[in-house]
């Protein structure tokens, strides 16, 4: 972006800078530390100059937002046209609790819904199931069936909101009854928005939330992503999500790195299917998680888009430029927030989520500062809601598109992310790909280990975490108000689920049911077949059962 | 030939949440501090967990839980403890656990409940001070 | 009764906090594990004793998992020992085998057990020794050791089994030199395991191509089996194979077999029980001081001064059996 004229004379006179005015205050007073780093082991120079990106070539690594290689953002006017989306996580007890909890939400004014499911439903097992106990509408709300699903979108038009369902196993079975729901509520197929997360393959090393083994896993998710390319024209049918890895352990290097591996995946998958790339890959987006350190997390969103631009585009060939746009969500780090001083979490998720917007995401969901210690209470999400408004409104962060470009820190950041994520590409490519990779225990490993890393850095004070190992309070009071689920919940959901399968058509189920068996062992595209079932009241735990008998369960490698 | 006494530990998550991360981290810093470690993976029924700890005779149990469930699982994990006789195992527990069940969850025979940021340290000194000294 | 009486008639019936226990004695407490075992000893040898090793990654726990649920559909009763390494650095370690295993746990005929190595092979090879034996006591008709095949103590470990499993795996780096090692020569079948993958048949011809090198005179020739661990594939087959060995060697080798298996145990326990006692004896005396002072004084070598040593407590002895 310099001429090299210039750039060497920067050079020498940063040399001067570094022997004279440098040395003496260094003399007077010594750096902090011998060796600063970020979490992906990156040092950090003290000082940055136009001399570190003097090999930046601005049309080529940067840009115009909007066009190729989409550093600067998908949009041209960004967040100036459009605020990102504010889409908030929820999702307790019954399907009327949650039921109740989107409308609160739509009515203070979020756009999108997301909704958690709980532990059994994530599973693929019925509240009524022996290993539902105790976890029914938990962490989550409990869907087992259609009845379910109708009185959770209950009086919300399918065609006036988008929604976010993180489900991942059992992806294929959510969406047959969303799609169910919206033909009931008169809505055409083609105008259902949202997300289903379905990514199986990092269940497999982050989340580990896995039902079947990988190769089905793989199919199942690639189902949806071809069922939607054919039916659903609007919705995304996976989100790609580096979360979870980061969650688990993983740097943000390694997410970056790991995740857009198993987009490449995905990509390979649906290309068997016989679709050509540009007919499924604009559908395909992204979630990412956003953790404290500001710069770091920025050069990531920014690496990620124009590395999976260049991915889409030399490897797979793209020619629409809709197939080389990273749409991503952004979910500030829950594993971030202290069960200590829980009030300091708001001023980590408002860092986070400001990295999120200076990054370019396209959706934000911001963790509530009691996530440590329970499931958010109301009064918690609206103030995580109203972070995310503060900096849309007040910061002044969403007037400019991708304010923080041409910095030279920001700049030489974003290429060394992109540039070691590539490493890693290349080395799981030798490997033999995605699941051989899996299968070795590779992404297991790497994972595991940064998480012991970080963990002994904050035990040996090598990192601070403000009140957990300095400025910490001695029998610290909880000041939080915990929510608690009914413990009703369980037993209400169990009889409505006892009653429904008591009185739905018994023989068209067992009709449906082997017709699924059958489906599945002829490999073929299960999404009609599963549409079918859910709306003969063919329950969750049901199709699963069949499809474990069919695929087998999946047996996690321990990789410690 | 001297054989030699080695803490014995059973790290186990009972329930459906897949938060192993905490429990890893855990088994890890125990077996650095010289331990033998046995991880019994996710979603353990209780029945497991302790037919486990009976058939691997361990001198410690730490039970991981972040879904929620522990109130609906931990006492039936005691129970069977107390109806195999693994009386003298001690037991510890960890991941998201509110304040005001940690009274509970020692009546029923928890010896310890460590929070979210407890420094692996300081259970791998519980665990030293607390493992119950069997011949 | 005193409590190990009270542990071994536990063994015996089966209890199964009683066969916990009497495992932890034979890895903690030798000199109770002698006494332990000669209280059980006139029970045992009813078992077939199966080891399986192999490198890692070779989906040994899976393998292992398959056979147990073989042998109890056909309604026999199975115990397992998964021997996993001690860090040499932290003397902690980490026993991750049982877990693909899990679902077996509450299975009232399995029993599995994790041991660690503990840095001692000979020390983990005569613990794992007692607690086959503990097992077959109890009454499991098959007893399976599985260990992650690496070095000499694993070698050690292995030949506690009657029939010995080696299994491989494709994909686990091109060489096969980590069966090469000692495990040639000690396995009665061989495995390739997760043969749905690519290079499965090099593998197979790889392990044929070794064996060929063998030219022994051979009355069982180690068949090669394929197997799918995680699918289940090959195992009837494997289960086939196993069985044909174990009659085979019933037809003659298992008693020289056993034989075998007695001398080297015998002269294993001698050589312990006298060196534990003269070492013992020695190390009381002033003269054993002195002459450690000597070898590194140079005056004199190791051997020679234990020649001399042992010659001197020789006369001792002979001496007293004169007087």
């Known amino acids: ?560 | 030939m001297q054989g030699e006494r080695k803490i014995r530990v059973l790290i186990a998550k009972p329930g459906l949440d897949s938060h192993d991360r905490g429990a890893k981290v855990v088994a890890r810093a125990l077996r650095d501090a010289g331990m033998e470690v046995i991880y019994t993976g996710l979603r353990q029924t209780p029945e497991q967990i302790v037919e486990t700890a009976l058939q691997e005779d361990v001198d410690v149990i730490g039970l991981s839980i972040l879904s929620g469930a522990h109130m609906a699982l931990f006492p039936r994990i005691m129970e069977l403890l107390k109806e195999k006789g693994l009386t003298d195992v001690m037991v510890f527990a960890g991941g998201i656990i509110p304040e005001e069940d940690v009274p509970e969850l020692k009546r029923i025979g928890i010896k310890e409940v460590f929070g979210p940021g407890t420094p692996t340290e300081n259970i791998i000194k519980y665990v030293l001070e607390n493992a119950p000294k069997r011949s | 009764m005193s409590k190990l009486e009270e542990i071994a008639n536990g063994v015996l019936a089966g209890n199964r906090r009683s066969i916990a226990r009497a495992i932890t004695i034979t890895e903690n407490t030798p000199e109770e594990a002698q006494k332990l075992i000669a209280l059980i000893y006139p029970h045992t040898g009813k078992a077939h004793i199966i080891g399986l090793t192999g490198p890692g990654g070779a989906g040994k726990s899976t393998l292992t998992e398959k056979i147990v649920r073989e042998y109890r559909r056909v309604g026999k009763t199975v115990g397992v020992i998964a021997v996993d390494p001690t860090s040499p650095f932290t003397g902690g370690a980490f026993l991750g085998d049982r877990i693909r295993m899990q679902e077996l746990s509450t299975d009232e005929g399995v029993f599995i057990r994790s041991m660690a190595t503990r840095n001692n092979p000979g020390g983990i090879a005569k613990a794992t020794k007692d607690a086959v034996k503990i097992l077959d006591a109890a009454g499991k008709d098959v007893i399976i050791v599985e260990t992650v095949g690496a070095g000499q103590s694993e070698v050690e470990i292995i030949k506690v089994a009657q029939t010995i499993i080696v299994v491989h795996a494709p994909g686990l780096g091109d060489d096969i030199q980590a069966i090469k090692a000692g495990m040639m020569e000690i396995a009665d079948i061989f495995v390739v395991n997760k043969a749905d993958r690519e290079n499965a048949e090099k593998t197979v011809m790889d392990i044929q191509a070794v064996l060929q090198l063998d030219t022994r005179e051979k009355t069982w020739i180690p068949p090669i089996i394929k197997t799918v661990a995680v699918t289940g594939e090959g195992i009837p087959q494997l289960i086939e194979k196993i069985e044909e060995h174990r009659v085979f060697l019933q037809k003659g080798l298992l008693h020289k077999r056993s034989l075998e298996k007695a001398e080297a145990e015998l002269i294993e326990a001698i050589k312990e029980q006298v060196t534990g006692s003269i070492i013992g004896k020695l190390k009381r005396e002033r003269r054993f001081e002195k002459v450690l002072q000597q070898i590194v004084d140079r005056e004199i070598d190791p051997a020679s001064a234990a020649e001399r040593l042992l010659n001197q407590e020789l006369e001792k002895n002979s001496q007293n059996d004169e007087a």
């Open chain 1, 1 to 560: 972006m310099f001429d090299r004229q210039k750039i060497e004379e920067i050079a020498k006179e940063k040399k001067r800078w570094e022997q004279t005015t440098l040395t003496n205050w260094v003399k007077q007073c010594p750096e902090r530390r011998k060796e600063f780093r970020n979490h992906s082991g990156i040092t950090i120079k003290g000082l940055y100059t136009p001399e570190d990106i003097k090999n930046l070539d601005y049309m080529r690594d940067l840009g115009f937002p909007g066009e190729y290689p989409f550093t600067r953002g998908l949009h041209a006017t960004m967040y100036r046209g459009r605020l990102w989306t504010m889409r908030m996580f929820a999702g307790f007890g019954t399907a009327e609790d949650t039921n109740k909890r989107f409308k609160y939400l739509l009515s203070e004014g979020e756009t999108g819904l997301s909704t958690a499911f709980d532990y059994p439903t994530i599973m693929g097992y019925d509240s009524d199931h022996p290993m539902a106990k105790g976890e029914v509408g938990v962490c989550g709300v409990a869907i087992s069936s259609l009845q379910d699903m109708e009185i959770l979108f209950d009086g919300i038009p399918l065609d006036k909101v988008t929604t976010s369902m993180t489900i991942n196993g059992p992806a294929s079975i959510l969406l047959a009854m969303y799609v169910a729901v919206g033909d009931k509520q008169g809505v055409p197929r083609e105008k259902l928005g949202g997300t289903t997360q379905n990514d199986n393959l990092k269940e497999f090393f982050a989340q580990k939330l896995c039902i079947f083994p990988p190769k089905p896993s793989l199919k199942l998710s690639t189902d949806v992503i071809e069922y939607c390319a054919r039916h659903l024209p609007k919705w995304n049918p996976i989100s790609i999500s580096g979360y979870h890895i980061r969650e688990a352990g993983a740097t943000a290097l390694q997410e970056l790195a790991f995740t857009l591996y198993d987009g490449i995946a995905y990509v390979e998958e649906t290309l068997k299917r016989g679709l050509k790339v540009d007919e499924f890959a604009p559908r395909l987006s992204f979630f990412f998680a956003s953790h404290n350190d500001f710069f770091e997390e920025i050069a990531k969103f920014r690496a990620a888009r124009r590395l999976w631009a260049r991915i889409m585009k030399e490897r797979f060939h793209a020619k629409n430029p809709r197939s080389m746009w990273m749409r991503m969500h952004v979910q500030t780090s829950g594993c971030t927030l202290t069960a200590q001083q829980p009030l300091n979490n708001i001023v980590r998720t408002t860092i986070q989520a400001l990295a999120a917007v200076l990054g370019g995401t396209q959706s934000l969901h911001t963790n509530s500062f009691d996530e440590a210690l329970c499931l958010p209470t109301e009064e918690s999400v609206r103030v995580a809601l109203r972070t995310q408004q503060i900096i849309a409104y007040e910061s002044g962060a969403a007037n400019t598109v991708d304010p923080l470009a041409g910095a030279y820190y920001i700049e030489d950041l974003t290429n060394k992310m992109e540039e070691k994520a590539m490493e890693y590409i290349q080395k799981i490519d030798d490997m033999g790909g995605a699941i051989a990779a899996i299968e070795k225990g590779f992404f297991q490993k790497e994972i595991a280990d940064s998480a012991y890393r970080y963990q002994r850095e904050i035990e040996a004070k090598d990192r601070i975490i403000v009140g957990v190992n300095d400025y910490t309070i001695e029998d610290e009071e909880c000041p939080v108000k915990l929510l608690r689920v009914d413990p009703n919940v369980e037993k209400k959901q169990v009889e409505r689920l006892q009653k429904l399968k008591r009185e739905r058509d018994s023989r068209k189920v067992k009709e449906v049911l082997e017709k699924l068996h059958y489906a599945a062992e002829k490999d073929e595209n299960l999404m009609p077949t599963i549409i079918e079932a859910v709306k003969a009241y063919v329950t969750l735990g049901e199709i699963t059962e069949v499809l474990r008998k069919v695929y087998g369960e999946y047996k996690e490698l321990i990789i410690i």
